[in-house]
């Protein structure tokens, strides 16, 4: 299914982004099986992998040990997909958000005076959200869509973009043009569709780096996520698994080059003196990845013939888990908007497209990046004065901002979209 030259979408970038963005424009009612309307253009090569399905695609050879947060909403909309089922099992699911400000208080006394986490977050009738493998979640997205008529074009990468005139046309080093009604940038804050449309993005200075990896522990973590915003940047805790944890972990880039850089028992000991005792010893469970963090949002969300989408619409500090589900309701609104143009016999390209986009996902955007790379400047570059002030937890506590962000946990009332709501656009 990879000799056309056209189709009405294609979409740049085979990573989590890409493939759940592919699966869910297939349902906007353009293309047949034996024609597909959607193609997703990958610059890795195809890996055949060695399982029960042979079909399958795996994009995991390296192993990645990070992990994703899937609020509420978007578990339904992989649902909706096929994809869930086939992660259920290994997804953990998160019942509270326990936030806490500061260092943790020593001595018996100090912990019985008031609660260590000062702040909790929690709903009575459902998880909040779901903490899942990267690696897991890419092998099941490509099992799935390799049961819908998307062509999947692999070891192609993109050396320019044109969309000027009634078509846009992608160029390659290794093969044929191909053109197309849209395309769709899924290829990360690093975006070379970003910059070969001309797009300019607002980004922030490398201050920061977040270390990432999992970890065990000693105590039950009872599907309780824990964030501690230090003076040094926040710190993070997951649920992952019986007695499992993500971890992540912003830090000055000095100071996180240096703890990189210490042996597992001493990079544990720092580890616990920054986080607390609530969970008891912690332990690596596997290597450290140190990830420079530069919060990155696009001056425009879209171009001629072209959307925007995750990290290359806007790449956003971690503190909130929220970078993927963001993607999720870029591909919810899109496919939306595409199955409002095809029912009305226009092309995925026409105008009408652009702008639904834009009145569907601005707000949500610019709203959600606003609030985290705010709150991080606030509590990592501006500790004393948060801390005398108060402003950093009252903040996160104050009724607008805490129904934001517990709104946006699960998925929230934000982005109104049918894969969101699980139903397929009609």
């Not at 005076?113 to 490509?142: C, G, I, K, T």
């Not at 500790?383 to 805490?402: E, Q």
Request: aromatic share 6%.
């Amino acid at each position: 299914m990879t000799d056309q030259t056209h189709y009405e979408v294609i979409i740049v970038g085979g990573g989590l982004t890409g493939v759940m963005m592919a699966l869910a424009l297939s349902y906007g009612g353009y293309g047949l099986a034996a024609a597909p309307a959607i193609a997703l253009v990958d610059r890795a090569p195809a890996h055949n992998k060695s399982s029960d399905s042979a079909s399958s695609t795996s994009k995991t050879t390296s192993g990645d040990h990070r992990t994703t947060t899937i609020h509420a909403a978007g578990k339904t909309m992989l649902e909706t997909l096929g994809v869930w089922p086939l992660i259920s099992d290994m997804a953990t699911p998160i019942t509270r958000i326990k936030i806490a400000n500061g260092a943790p208080r020593q001595g018996g006394l100090a912990r019985l005076q008031r609660p260590e986490f000062s702040l909790d977050w929690h709903d009575a009738h459902q998880p909040m959200a779901y903490v899942v493998a990267n690696d897991q979640l890419l092998d099941a997205l490509y099992m799935v869509m390799a049961t819908r008529p998307i062509a999947h074009i692999t070891d192609a990468e993109v050396t320019s973009f044109d969309g000027a005139g009634d078509l846009a046309r992608l160029q390659f080093a290794n093969r044929p043009d191909l053109s197309c009604q849209l395309v769709v940038a899924c290829d990360g804050a690093k975006s070379k569709l970003r910059d070969y449309a001309g797009i300019h993005s607002l980004a922030e200075t490398h201050r920061q780096t977040a270390i990432v990896a999992n970890l065990t522990l000693e105590r039950d973590h009872a599907n309780i996520a824990y964030q501690r915003f230090l003076p040094s940047g926040p710190l993070a805790l997951m649920p992952h698994g019986p007695f499992r944890a993500s971890l992540v972990w912003t830090l000055p880039k000095a100071d996180a080059d240096h703890f990189m850089a210490l042996d597992e028992a001493d990079f544990a000991s720092v580890l616990l003196t920054a986080f607390g005792e609530t969970l008891g010893g912690l332990q690596l469970d596997g290597p450290r990845l140190g990830w420079p963090l530069k919060p990155t949002i696009s001056r425009k969300m879209t171009g001629s013939h072209l959307i925007l989408a995750g990290d290359a619409s806007h790449a956003i500090h971690p503190l909130a888990g929220q970078g993927y589900n963001l993607a999720l309701g870029d591909a919810a609104v899109l496919a939306d908007c595409l199955a409002r143009a095809s029912a009305r016999g226009l092309g995925a390209g026409h105008r009408s497209v652009e702008t639904d986009y834009l009145a569907g996902r601005k707000f949500e955007v610019t709203a959600m990046t606003a609030m985290t790379s705010g709150l991080n400047q606030l509590m990592s570059f501006q500790p004393a004065i948060a801390k005398i002030t108060g402003a950093g937890m009252g903040l996160v506590n104050a009724g607008p901002v805490k129904s934001f962000f517990q709104k946006s946990a699960m998925g929230g009332h934000l982005a109104r979209a049918n894969l969101l709501e699980g139903r397929l656009p009609t």
